[in-house]
């Protein structure tokens, strides 16, 4: 009954900005990590940016210095805030949790991601 809810996609201008949402509900224990994964047309999915419970975050090398993660710990959620956003970045977004649905236990998740279009 663990699930991840996405939410912001759109339509966006090329220079423009968005900002993701993904919020966990469920059976949550605890959070080992949440983040964000894409997958343009023609590619494989890839890392967008991920913040561990406790760790440092990790961002592609496509999104440094554009793209900045972040979480709500009360609320399960993490946002993306996209910036400076390219044609380059028009992709299905996923949202991805590593969550403790049972004590010791944890299981990898999935959203059902959301479109990003970047277009003039």
């Known amino acids: 009954q663990v699930q991840l809810v996405e939410s912001g996609g759109g339509l966006v201008q090329p220079g423009g900005s968005l900002r993701l949402s993904c919020a966990a509900s469920?059976?949550?224990?605890?959070?080992?990590?949440m983040g964000w994964y894409r997958r343009a047309p023609g590619k494989q999915r890839e890392l967008v940016a991920a913040m561990p419970s406790g760790g440092s975050t990790n961002y592609g090398d496509s999104v440094k210095g554009r793209f900045t993660i972040s979480r709500d710990g009360a609320k399960d959620t993490v946002y993306l805030q996209m910036n400076s956003l390219k044609p380059e970045d028009t992709a299905v977004y996923y949202c991805?949790?590593?969550?403790?649905?049972?004590?010791?236990?944890?299981?990898?998740?999935w959203g059902q991601g959301t479109q990003v279009t970047v277009s003039s």
């Open positions: 469920g059976r949550i224990l605890s959070i080992a990590t």
């Open positions: 991805n949790a590593v969550l403790e649905f049972r004590a010791g236990t944890y299981s990898d998740y």
